[in-house]
């Protein structure tokens, strides 16, 4: 699938208690283009001390999706 020119994404976090959807736009062409998601996410992990899904959807296909650990320090660092 090429998602090369398309902006917008469905976006979920799956925290312990709930998920967290919302629809958001992210940079066309870098490949680093959903590190502002990976990024909440794993401040949410730090936050609740466990890892956090994440996922991208475009049009109901999952895109990209990960797990974020939170930092083995137990700070917020980037880690």
């Given at each position: 699938?090429?998602?090369?020119?398309?902006?917008?994404?469905?976006?979920?976090?799956?925290?312990?208690?709930?998920?967290l959807r919302g629809v958001t736009?992210?940079?066309?062409?870098?490949?680093?283009?959903?590190?502002p998601l990976i990024a909440w996410?794993?401040?949410?992990?730090?936050?609740?001390?466990?890892?956090?899904?994440?996922?991208?959807?475009?049009?109901?296909?999952?895109?990209?999706?990960?797990?974020?650990?939170?930092?083995?320090h137990r700070g917020y660092c980037?880690?």
């Amino acid at each position: 699938m090429n998602l090369g020119h398309d902006r917008r994404f469905d976006v979920e976090l799956s925290l312990p208690q709930r998920p967290l959807r919302g629809v958001t736009e992210f940079p066309e062409t870098r490949t680093d283009r959903f590190a502002p998601l990976i990024a909440w996410a794993r401040s949410w992990a730090n936050y609740l001390n466990t890892p956090v899904g994440w996922r991208v959807s475009h049009n109901g296909t999952t895109f990209d999706e990960g797990v974020a650990h939170p930092c083995p320090h137990r700070g917020y660092c980037s880690c």
